[in-house]
Each structure stands twice: as structure tokens, then as C-alpha cells.
């Protein structure tokens, strides 16, 4: 098990050099490079001895591959480097600081989406065709349908602006630092509040869909019918005989999403004014921010390689047939 | 300033005070109540869509980080309300007879935010900062005509020039920076990395740096040792929200205090009681203007008659209505109306689409039978117009102008390309026929790098190539006197020569829309905006609204 974890992990380090690689390279074809845009591109000021200068100072002056050498060397040092951005902050401090609240709204999120999606799939594959499968069908698919900048205007507007429930963006309210520590963490909660709601909205489509179609295969197996003919009551037999079996290929796809968790919502914090790891990465795209943009893929890809392993694993524990798989074909 | 001109100020916001609300008075303004006096206190929370870059805004080149420098640092000259220069931390300047000279004389009451006094040494060594080639400034420029800077005292500073530099004293606009605190900086030329550009930066602006949550907010508070007096308000926030749609929908539920509007939102949408109670709405043309630029190396366009024609054809007003809802002047050159070198009486381009046609067929260009613009040899005029994406103005503006040449009879397609290779691919390599596109202008009016014959090159801001050599003459003239009298007389010249060429069409200059929350008195609007007075701005003590801070 352990051999066969490690493989897979050995094969991922050229995997993740290759990404790298391309990125970097993808990265610096696109138009327009920091240094003309920090010295004001198209403006009367911009200054060709000030352009020269960062130039030579972000090492944009030498050949691609020089400066991907330059930059895998430092990543191997576990040395992301510093931001492009004229704050030239390291890279890991800039993450650093907008992750926690990312993954914070990400992880919330994502119990929230699980917590809905499962009661909703397997509900709607025991009751197929019945009116709760209908409904719920046509809500999520709704959800799936609503572009997110749309639905957090509507509700910024219900309840920020007409009803004045909720703040509308941002994290924390102005007068934060002189509330008591349980305001605090209401005041949190509030802001926290829409975001949610939009995205769990929008994620709950392709969770609750997956859980009923696996809900839907497990149900027409013959362990099902022979766990009926038993005479077990049916809630046993939908909550223990068939949940545990259709779980299965969630857990993949949690696996998977796992990435996401950093990533962040580009869209969700965009409108809500939210500092993570999303906005960061959009300035830094707006800023040709390379060092910025690089050690986020950097970080993300690697965690969607380690994902990926660990969904393998998992399974491998949660799936006695693929354990032995394995074994079998090292053989 | 001085006191007597700091008296002229509030008689100006007396008199003003109705009328400036740009035709959105507000019954609410009562100066007469004794309430309504100025006081300290409150917060004032500002909206910013792009998070700061940093706070020594000399090495930076952001929208952002200036207007949050600006409240900061100050420069030892600033500009009034109509535009025109006066000290800051400069009491009084002279120049020498030949314009090489130049005398300043600082003021002897200004300390930096650590109480350190500000003395010309700190001038000597900003000037230094600014030429030194290993600090990565944008505004080089400007003191590249210095040729040496001298404190002759701790309040004297004597700057010569190699030659007359007519931007010379605006020059001096420049923020101010503290030679205690960054020398060690500027020597090893990491500047940029210098705490002071993340954190408790020392200017000697009304404001001092309170604290900096990157990607949520700034937060100033009010300087008690600032040498024109504690401003009022004593707390700025800028708020980071990068979507104008929430900043917006922020302004209804009065989570900001003073936003940018679009005209839309300016015309249609802030219309209700409640709103304009609770905001004053303010408008002045913006310092930018958006025109329809030609390549004059394509031998139709190097036609003049051509782009007169066109000129003609083009109802700017229409643009305006269309595009702006009205909030726009009409552009007739490259200077705002209401500033010293503009020219009000140059030719100017009615819509008439006779003497287009006209004026076309001067240049041989005539309708065929299928109402096509064709030249002699039968060809038909058509031509590609580029503009950039992400600006839905621009794109309008280029239908409206794609519809009124096709009465002319002339094919144009719009092709919408992305900023950076739009610059990159066809600005630059000047691989265009037309384009849409604006200039913001400068509080100067030297626009040398736009229009001289020199700065044709890849890489320099003539795109549309325009060459005429009496303007590259007067513009040379204009930027070589420090007398502002003789300068009126080169660029009044030059507005009327571009009337008559039209190297590129002038369309419109828009209006700015600010609005800020009626509980703030003292705003009075300007041909430089509404920012300059901020330090005078106050909430009367029974409006203020935060207390904290």
C-alpha cells in the first residue's frame, strides 16, 4: 500500500514540472509585461529608463528559459520568490494572508453543499419521478443555471439595501475592533452570510445530481433486494446497505474538489468585496504579477495532484476490491 | 497657502454653496445656521476598486495609491480650484529673468508625521530620489531639465536649469520625501522595499497612515500637527471593493460615503427623494477626452479633406445624448474647456452632411449607384475601426460613428480587442486604420509627446502619426518659457491648427460624477475637481455619524 502510494507519488513530480513549465511559458506569452504597466503604459510620463530598470530588476531582460531555471531553482529552495507588485512583498506572506479566509468561506461552503446535496439525492432517487424529485430537479438545476454575479446583486439588494438585514460586502464592519468578541463573530457571520448563499446555491446542482444517480444504481442491485427479502426495515436498508455503497464516487469527487477549496471564487469575491486568494489572483493576472500567479498554480496543482492520490487511497481503504486490484497487478 | 487666500476660499464656498451642486442644489445646505459650523469629528469612507500598491507613491503608477498619497505627502506646490499653481510647503518662489533660475521659499512650520522639521534638505534629497537610476519612478521626466538643486538655507532652496523647462514649477508638485527616514533606501536603490511603502509611511499631509488591510481597506486619521491646521473629518477609510456594482449598491445602503457614478446611475437610477437626500451629486468635466483616430500614414486619411468630411459627419452631440446621457462637453481640441490654455474659438465641425459629401467628393471620393463611397478607380472606402475591450463607452461610440459614415456611403467594421495586445499588437506596431481611444490630459498643457513629429516611434505616443512642422515649432516654443502669458500664445495657436487639420477627431470630454453624502459640507465643485479643498471639508457636530476613532 505504501509502495504503491509512493509510485504515485514519484510520478507526480514530472507531472507537476511539466505544468509548471507550461504555465510559465504560457504565462509570458500574453501581452504586456509588469514592467510596462507599472510605468504607465500609454501615458505621458512612462519613462523607458524606469521600464529599462524593472526589467532588470524582475530579470524580464534574459531569455525565458534562463528565468525559469532562475525560478524552479529558488521553487526548490521551497523560495517562491517575490511579488512583481511594487509592494514586492514574498510571495508565500501575499498567499498567506488572503488563504484563511478563502478556505474558511470554501470549507463552510462545502459542509453546507454535502450536508444538502446527500439528504436530496438519495431522497430523490428512493422517490423517483415523485413530486419532492421534480421539485428539487428543477431548484437545483436552477442554481446550476443562475450566474452568480446576477443572484448576489438580487440579494445584495433584498437584503442589503431594501430590507437592511445584511451587510452587503466586505468582511468585517467598520466599527469591528471596538464590538465584543461574541459581536465580532456575529458581525463575521453576517458578512459571511450572502457569499455562502450564492455559492452553495450555485454547487449544489452537480453534488445532489451525482448522489442520486449513484443513489439510483445502488438501489437496483441484487444486494439491495436480498437485504429487503431479509425483511430489513427500509431505512436500514436505504441508510446502511445502499448509502454506504453510493457514497463511494462522492468521495472522489470531494477528493477532487478539494483544490478548489484554495482556489477561491473569483466571481463570489469579486462582488463581495471579499480579500482572498480569488482576488488576488485576478490582480495578479491584471498585473502580469508572474512570481504571484506561479506560486498559486504551483500550490494548486500540487494539490490537485496530492487530491488525486488521496482520493486513489481512500477509495483503496473505503473499497476492498481495488485494494487487491493493485496487489495484483504489481504481481 | 496664505491667510488671505485661505479668507478668499470660504467666501468662494459662501457664494458657491447653492449653485455648486452643479443644478442638483440641495435645500439642505443652510450656512447660515449656527449649527452648521465646521467641527471635527466622523468618518468619512471612501471606495476604491483597486487595492493599493503601495504607499510611497513617488515609485508607484496606480490610480489608487495616488489618491490615498495625496492625502499623505504634500509637494511644495499644489494647484487651486481653478487650476492655477500655489504653494503648498512653499510660501513664495521666484524665477530668474531668464527662467534658469528658480527660488523657492519653504515654509518654517511644517514637521513630518515623527515631528522631525521638514527642511530643503528633504527637497535636495526627494530631487536626488527622483534622478537617482536605480529608483524605479515613472516621473523622471520632470527633473531630467534640473541641472542643480541647492539648499541655500534650511528654508531656501535655489533649483537651476539647463534650459527654460516650462513644467519647472509644477514639477515641484511632487510628493515630498523624508531624507531621516529613506536615504538608507535610496542608496542601496530598494526604495520600493523600504517599510515605509507598507507601513506608517512620514509625509506631511493632513493625514497620517493608521493601518493597511490589503484587499479590505486603508485607514488615515486626521494629522493634528498638519501646517495648514487639523483638517476635520478625523478618519478616512477607503474601502477595497473591486465590483462598481457593489460600490454602488454600498452608496444606497450608505455603507460608503462618496463613490464615482456612471451616467446611467447618475441619470436614472439615483433619481428618488431618499437618494438625494442623503447624497449631493456633484459634475465637472473629467480630465480625459475620447476621440476617433485616424492612421495618417493611410494615404485616404492623410487626406485632410477626408477627415474633415468626417469631422463634419459625426454629430458629437448625439454621441454625448447617446452614449453619456448628456453628461459631456463637446471636444473642439486637446485642452478642457475652463483651463488657461484653452482656445475657446477654433473651427469647429457642425454636423452637416452636405459639406461632408462635399468635401469627399473634393477629395475624390464619390457615391456610386449602389451607394457606395468609391475613389476613382472604382475602389470603395472602407476601413477596420479598433477600440479596446472592457469599455462599453468606447464600443457605442464607435457604433454611433460606424452609423453616420455609412450615410457617407463608407463600410466600417468594429473589431474590440483585448487592452494589453491591443497596445502591444496594433497601437504600437501602428498596424491600425482608425481607432477609438482617449487621452487623459496632464494639468499642463506641454503635449509634446502626443503630437510632435519626433515621437513617431514604436514605442512613443504620436500613434496617429501626425506631422505638421509649425506645430512641432510651437510646441517646442511652449515648453521652453516659464511665463505662462507666453505659453497661452503657442498653445492657442496649436488648438486652432489641429482644428484646421484634424489629425484626429475630438469627440467629447466626459463629466466626472462624484457624490458624496450630504452630511459633508464644504465640497465646492471645480475645474480641478472636488478633492482639492479636502482638508476644509467638515460634518456639522449633529450629523456626524461615526464616533470611533
Same mark, same amino acid.
Given at each position: 500500500m505504501l509502495g504503491y502510494a509512493l509510485r504515485r507519488l514519484l510520478l507526480a513530480l514530472p507531472l507537476l514540472l511539466g505544468i509548471t513549465f507550461v504555465s510559465f511559458t504560457v504565462i509570458h506569452l500574453a501581452p504586456g509585461e509588469p514592467a510596462e504597466i507599472q510605468t504607465g503604459? @500609454?501615458?505621458?510620463?512612462?519613462d523607458a529608463q524606469a521600464r529599462q530598470l524593472l526589467r532588470e530588476m524582475y530579470d524580464l531582460d534574459k531569455p525565458l528559459h534562463v528565468q525559469y531555471g532562475k525560478w524552479l531553482a529558488r521553487l526548490g529552495r521551497l523560495d517562491f520568490g517575490k511579488s512583481?507588485?511594487?509592494?514586492?512583498?514574498?510571495v508565500l506572506q501575499k498567499i498567506g494572508e488572503r488563504l484563511p479566509v478563502t478556505l474558511l468561506l470554501n470549507i463552510i461552503e462545502m459542509l453546507i453543499i454535502v450536508a444538502l446535496a446527500v439528504p436530496i439525492g438519495v431522497l430523490s432517487a428512493t422517490r423517483q419521478y415523485s413530486l419532492f424529485d421534480k421539485v428539487t430537479t428543477v431548484f437545483v438545476f436552477l442554481g446550476f443555471a443562475t450566474p452568480d454575479f446576477w443572484l448576489a446583486l438580487l440579494l445584495m439588494i433584498l437584503?442589503?439595501?431594501?430590507?437592511?438585514?445584511?451587510?452587503?460586502?466586505?468582511?468585517?464592519? @467598520?466599527n469591528w475592533e471596538y464590538l465584543s468578541f461574541w459581536r465580532q463573530q456575529w458581525d463575521f457571520l453576517g458578512h459571511l452570510a450572502l457569499p455562502i448563499l450564492v455559492a452553495t446555491f450555485g454547487g449544489l446542482a452537480g453534488f445532489s445530481r451525482y448522489m442520486r444517480q449513484s443513489m439510483l444504481e445502488v438501489v437496483r442491485q441484487d444486494y439491495i433486494q436480498s437485504a429487503r427479502a431479509k425483511g430489513l426495515a427500509e431505512p436500514i436498508v436505504i441508510g446502511k446497505h445502499a448509502l454506504r455503497n453510493a457514497l463511494l464516487p462522492i468521495v472522489t469527487i470531494l477528493g477532487l474538489s478539494l483544490p478548489g477549496l484554495i482556489g477561491g471564487s473569483v466571481i463570489v469575491e469579486s462582488i463581495f468585496a471579499i480579500p482572498g486568494m480569488g482576488q488576488l489572483m485576478v490582480q495578479a493576472v491584471f498585473e502580469r504579477d508572474y512570481p504571484v500567479i506561479m506560486g498559486n498554480l504551483v500550490i494548486v496543482s500540487t494539490l490537485t495532484l496530492v487530491a488525486n492520490l488521496v482520493a486513489d487511497v481512500t477509495y483503496s481503504f473505503v473499497d476492498p476490491r481495488i485494494r487487491v486490484g493493485a496487489r495484483r497487478g504489481r504481481r | 497657502m496664505t491667510r488671505g487666500a485661505l479668507l478668499a476660499r470660504f467666501a468662494l464656498i459662501l457664494a458657491?454653496?447653492?449653485? &455648486?451642486? &452643479? &443644478?442638483?442644489?440641495?435645500? =439642505?445646505?443652510?450656512? =447660515?445656521?449656527?449649527?452648521?459650523k465646521p467641527a471635527y469629528g466622523d468618518t468619512l469612507i471612501e471606495a476604491l476598486t483597486g487595492n493599493i500598491s %503601495? $504607499?510611497?507613491?513617488?515609485?508607484l503608477s496606480d490610480s489608487a495609491s495616488f489618491e490615498v498619497g495625496s492625502l499623505i505627502y504634500s509637494g511644495l506646490v499644489t494647484r487651486d480650484r481653478d487650476l492655477n499653481v500655489i504653494g503648498e510647503l512653499a510660501e513664495s518662489w521666484r524665477f530668474s529673468k531668464d527662467c534658469l533660475d528658480l527660488t523657492f521659499h519653504l515654509r518654517r512650520d511644517v514637521r513630518w508625521h515623527d515631528d522631525t522639521p521638514f527642511t530643503a534638505a528633504d527637497v535636495v534629497f526627494t530631487y536626488e530620489t527622483m534622478i537617482n537610476p536605480k529608483t524605479p519612478t515613472a516621473y523622471r521626466e520632470d527633473f531630467r531639465a534640473v541641472a542643480s538643486v541647492e =539648499?541655500?538655507?534650511?528654508y531656501t532652496l535655489r533649483v537651476r536649469y539647463k534650459q527654460p523647462y516650462a513644467k519647472a514649477l509644477q514639477s515641484w508638485g511632487i510628493w515630498m520625501l523624508p531624507k531621516h527616514v529613506l536615504e538608507p533606501y535610496v542608496r542601496e536603490g530598494r526604495l520600493r522595499e523600504a517599510p515605509q511603502n507598507r507601513a506608517n509611511p512620514v509625509g506631511t499631509g493632513a493625514y497620517r497612515f493608521k493601518e493597511w488591510k490589503p484587499g479590505e481597506k486603508v485607514v488615515l486619521v486626521a494629522n493634528?500637527?498638519?501646517?495648514?491646521?487639523?483638517?476635520?473629518?478625523?478618519r478616512v477609510v477607503y474601502r477595497i471593493i473591486p465590483s462598481q456594482a457593489t460600490i454602488f449598491l454600498e452608496l444606497k445602503a450608505k455603507g460608503v460615503d462618496s463613490a464615482g457614478l456612471t451616467a446611467l446611475q447618475f441619470k436614472?437610477? !439615483?433619481?428618488y427623494p431618499a437618494f438625494r437626500k442623503a447624497y449631493h451629486k456633484y459634475e465637472y468635466p473629467a480630465s480625459a477626452y475620447t476621440y476617433l483616430g485616424?492612421?495618417?500614414?493611410?494615404p485616404r486619411f492623410a487626406d485632410r479633406r477626408v477627415r474633415q468630411a468626417f469631422a463634419h459627419a459625426i454629430d458629437k452631440r448625439e454621441i454625448i445624448d447617446g452614449v453619456l446621457l448628456g453628461l459631456g462637453r463637446e471636444a473642439t481640441g486637446p485642452y478642457k474647456p %475652463? !483651463?488657461? =490654455?484653452?482656445?475657446?474659438s477654433v473651427k469647429t465641425y457642425p454636423y452637416d452632411m452636405d459639406k461632408a459629401r462635399a468635401l469627399l467628393a473634393e477629395a475624390g471620393w464619390t457615391k456610386n449607384a449602389d451607394g457606395v463611397l468609391v475613389n476613382r478607380h472604382g475602389q470603395p472606402f472602407a476601413f477596420e475601426l479598433l477600440t479596446n475591450q472592457g469599455n462599453d463607452e468606447r464600443k457605442k461610440v464607435a457604433e454611433i460613428v460606424q452609423a453616420s459614415l455609412k450615410e457617407l456611403g463608407v463600410q466600417v467594421d468594429i473589431r474590440v480587442i483585448e487592452w494589453a495586445s491591443f497596445l502591444k499588437e496594433y497601437i504600437k506596431k501602428r498596424r491600425f486604420e482608425a481607432i477609438i481611444l482617449g487621452w487623459g490630459i496632464g494639468?499642463?498643457?506641454?503635449q509634446y509627446e502626443i503630437w510632435?513629429?519626433?515621437? !513617431?516611434?514604436?514605442?512613443? $505616443?504620436?500613434h496617429v502619426s501626425y506631422t505638421n512642422p509649425e506645430v512641432d515649432a510651437l510646441l517646442e516654443q511652449g515648453r521652453q518659457s516659464c511665463r505662462e502669458e507666453e505659453r497661452k500664445k503657442s498653445y492657442a495657436r496649436i488648438q486652432e491648427i489641429l482644428a484646421e487639420d484634424?489629425?484626429?477627431?475630438?469627440l467629447y470630454f466626459r463629466d466626472a460624477l462624484p457624490v458624496v453624502s450630504s452630511?459633508?459640507? %464644504?465640497i465646492v465643485p471645480s475645474p480641478n475637481g472636488i478633492l482639492y479643498n479636502f482638508n476644509k471639508w467638515y460634518v456639522p457636530k449633529h450629523l456626524q455619524r461615526y464616533t470611533a476613532g
Open positions: 503604459d @500609454l501615458s505621458i510620463q512612462s512583481f507588485s511594487p509592494d514586492g512583498r514574498p437584503f442589503g439595501v431594501q430590507l437592511g438585514w445584511l451587510p452587503i460586502s466586505g468582511l468585517r464592519s @467598520l | 458657491l454653496g447653492l449653485a &455648486g451642486c &452643479g &443644478g442638483e442644489a440641495d435645500s =439642505a445646505v443652510d450656512h =447660515a445656521s449656527p449649527s452648521e %503601495g $504607499l510611497i507613491p513617488n515609485v =539648499a541655500v538655507d534650511p493634528p500637527g498638519y501646517f495648514e491646521g487639523q483638517p476635520h473629518i478625523s436614472r437610477q !439615483t433619481e485616424f492612421n495618417l500614414r493611410d %475652463g !483651463t488657461w =490654455a484653452y482656445n475657446p494639468l499642463d498643457p506641454d510632435h513629429s519626433s515621437k !513617431t516611434g514604436p514605442d512613443e $505616443l504620436n484634424q489629425p484626429i477627431i475630438f452630511r459633508v459640507r %464644504g
